[in-house]
């Protein structure tokens, strides 16, 4: 293939990744709220709870609604972990836990950036001149995290499911995405960790992808 005109990229997994695992995170806040629970039956747990949920993607509404409904969303997802472990009915404040939760995977100590990153962004944006986008199914606190990490100047587009209301492996979202940067799916090259939402998604758009295998992060300390 030819230089191309735009990459995009898929955030979590790869250019950053969960800081330790979502079961540990998970079950260290929920020990500050007075249940003890395994992190591992609670990464389990979590993962079944996320593939059995709809995708991140709302339709037609306002974006002032828009971080309400993407709240609901991944609340739902933790009261379904903790109900399939087995311990819901132990929080006396499961709104307050949440609450904390869901502000903690805004904050840097959530995160690893991989290491490759910066440098690579740097490479195609200054050196080589391709436009970067991101395509990611994540939420709105995107734009905290890759600021936290000096990201944001890289990007020319995000686009994120909860927005476009479409979520990858739909055609949709790389479509709307395309269209930011005026770029034919011949033109664009897609990089992202999964089989389904990021090669096969791509590839069925017309886009030429890239299968990025990341190594395990460092485990790290569990939040404070």
Known sequence: MAKPKVIFLDAVGTLFGVRGSVGKTYSAIARDFGVSTSAAAVNQAFYASFQASPPLAFGAISLMELPEREYAWWEAIARATFTQVGVIDQFE??????????GYFALPD???????????????????EIELGIISNFDTRI???????GLMQFFKTITLSSVIGSAKPEPKIFQVALKKHHCAPNQALY???????DYKGAKAAGIKPYLLKREPLVEAKAPD
């Open 110 to 128: 959530a995160w690893i950036l991989y290491p490759d990153v910066k440098k690579m962004l740097y490479r195609w944006q200054e050196i080589e």
């Open 143 to 149: 734009y905290a995290i890759l600021d936290t990490f």
């Open 191 to 197: 990089i992202g960790d999964s089989v389904e939402n």
């Open 93 to 102: 404040d499961f709104d307050a836990f949440f609450n904390r939760l869901y």
